[in-house]
C-alpha cells in the first residue's frame, strides 16, 4: 500500500512511452511549491476590508506542486494529443485544417506580439492598418457593404448578427419575434436566437437535402425577423435556392442571416452578400486557416449590407480624415448595439488572417476551395459503395456517409468505425451529425478532408475505411473492440455519462 493518499499503490505502467497522469489536484503535498517569493514589502491588508463579501473565507484550494510536476503533467497531457500538424483531422463541420507556418510567424512578430490595446491609437498605427484592410478583404471576398471583427468565435458572431437585425428592425418601429431555422443549420443557431429574445421556427429539410422552399413560404409572415440559413448546410449540400428564400423573406419583412462557416466552399464562386444574405459570420478558423479549438482563440467577423452597417458594434477603424494615412478608432455611432467584447477581437487571429490572404490572393483563395469541394467528392466517389451517402446529390466541402448496410449486415455501427480508425492512426470523423441524415436509426459519417490534403493522404484515409469495412463482414468483433492499438483502450462510454468526473474535492 502507499503511504500517500495522492500516489498510487503501484508504478502507473506506460504505453508506447506515454505517460499517464493523473489529474494536478491529486498530484503534489501540502506546503509544496514551484514558487520563489521575497518577503512582503508593503503593508499587509485585510481582504475582508477592502473586498466585503467578494474575499475568500478560505484560500482557494490550489494544488501545491513544484515546478517540474507541472511541467511534466501538462508535457505528458499534450503528447497524448492528436493534431493537424500530425495527420488527418476528418471532422465534418468543423474544418481542421493545417495552419500555414508564415501566418505564426507573421503573427509573433515583435511590432504585433509586444503591442498592448490600451496605448494610445498614435502608437497603434500599423495594428490598425491591417484590422482596416482585413475588414475590407472580408467584405470583397463575401460582397458585404462592411465587417466587425470584434467577435471571439463563429457562435459569438451569431450573437452580433442578430443583435444587429434586430436594431435594424427596432428602428424601424418594428419587433417581430420569429427567425426560421432549417433543421440542417449549425446547433449553436437557436441558441443564438434565445439569447437575443427570438423564437424558433423549425424548418424542415426535404428529402433531397436542401431547404423545403414551400414550407420556408408557409412559415414566414409579418413576425418574422430572419431566416437562419448554412450555405453549404451542414450536410455538405449547396442550398441552390437560396435568391428564392431571400425573396420570400425580404418580402415578408425579414433578414436573411447565412451561417458562413463553411464560406471555404464559396471562395472566388458565390458572393453571398450579392446574392440576398443581409447578414454573415465568417470563422477565421474555418476559411483562413486560424487555429482552430485549443489552438485558438477564434475569431468570427460579421459582415452586414450598407442598410445595417448604422448598427455594426463599437469602435469601427476608420481612415482619420484628418491625418492622411492614418486611422482611427469611431466610438461616436449612435445606433450602433455597443461594444461585443473587450477592446477590437482577438488581434492576434486577424494577423494570420490578413497574411493568409495576402499570401494566397484572389486566385489562390479560388483553387482552395475548388481542392476542398474536390477532395470531398473524391473521398465521396472513393467510399460510396461501401458507406451509403446521405444524400445522392454531388458535394461541396464536406460528404455525409451513413452506416445503413454495414448496420444492417454486420451490426457494425458509425461509433464502431470511428473507433476502428484510432488503430489506423487517424483521429475519428464526426459521427451522428448531422441531425437529418440520422433517420430509420442509421448512423452519420461526416468526413471534411479540407483543401490541404494531398492525394496520396486521402487515399490512405479511403484504404483505411475500406478495410475496416472489410473487416466488418470478416471479423466483425474486432472493429465492436476497438480500439486496440491506442495508450486507452475503448472506453465504457455509458458508464463516463451517468458518472462523471467534473471536479476534485479535498480530502
Partial sequence: MSDHPNRPAKPIATRQLLHPSPPIF?????GRTGASLPPLDVPAIDPKAHFGALARSEPPGLPEVSEVEVTRHFTRLSRWNYAIDIGLYPLGSCTMKYNPKVNERVARMPGFAGLHPAQPVSTLQGA?????????LLCEISGFARATLQPAAGAHGELAGLMMIRAYHQDRGRHPTKVLIPDSAHGTNPASCTLNGFQIVPIKTGADGLLDIDSLRAAADGDTAAVMMTNPSTLGLFEERLADAAEIIHRAGGLV???GANLNALLGKVRPGASGVDV???NLHKTFTTPH?????GSGPVGVTAALEPFLPTPTVEKDPGVDGAYRLLFNRPKSVGRLRSFFGNFGMHVRAYTYIREMGGPG???ATEMAVLNANYLRSRLKDAYPLAYERPSMHEVVFTDKRLKRETGVQTLDVAKRLMDYGYHPPTIYFPLPAVTGGAGALMIEPTETETPETLDAFADAMLSIADEARTE????KTAP??????????TRAARHPRLRWTRQ
Avoid: C, F, N
Fill in 293 to 297: 479549438g485549443g489552438g485558438g482563440p
Fill in 365 to 367: 483563395l479560388t483553387q
Fill in 484 to 493: 486496440h492499438q491506442t495508450a486507452i483502450r475503448r472506453l465504457d462510454e
Fill in 128 to 136: 490598425l492598418a491591417v484590422m482596416w484592410k482585413l475588414e475590407r
Fill in 280 to 282: 454573415m459570420h465568417i
Fill in 257 to 259: 442571416y447565412m451561417d
Fill in 26 to 30: 491529486e498530484q503534489g503535498s501540502p
Fill in 476 to 479: 466483425p468483433e474486432t472493429v
